[in-house]
């Protein structure tokens, strides 16, 4: 056998190696999926939300959740959703919108905030109890989103 044959039959043995460490194995992965989304932002990684009935995929679940909502027009973008997140969680929603508007948080009438043109608006709260949490504009009768927690 050559040098040169040595070296690669040496070669092709390392890749094979390598490429059998890649091969799916019987225990699921631990790791969260991929997925990427201009809505909430959370600020440790986390797995994604849940895919429930009528749900929307732009929420992650977290230490904690950021999600940033626009109303412009007479429309929420992206579409109201459901995000999902943890008891405990610390929630944080900005707002942006045309038109001069009260943010409100549904069971929590100490989190508020105005909003209007120029000039966005954040709410904050800790998820102590499960269910779900609509946040919405008290003007335009309008759900921004749901927070559902577990």
Known sequence: ????????????????MALAGCTADDEPSTAPPAT?????????????AGNAAGAQPNGK????????????NGHVAPPAGIVD????????????SDQQQNIDVQGQPDRS????????ASVSWTVL???DTQVSLREANTVLVTVHAA
Do not use: E, F
């Open 1 to 16: 056998m050559s040098l040169r044959t040595g070296v690669l039959a040496g070669t092709v043995a390392v890749a094979a």
């Open 85 to 96: 997140v943890q008891v405990g969680d610390q929630v944080k929603i900005t707002v942006t």
């Open 113 to 120: 905030a105005n909003v209007g043109p120029g000039q966005p």
């Open 36 to 48: 990427s989304t201009p809505v909430v932002t959370p600020a440790v990684p986390s797995a994604s």
């Open 61 to 72: 679940r977290g230490v904690d959740v950021l999600i940033t909502v626009a109303y412009a």
């Open 129 to 131: 109890k499960p269910g």
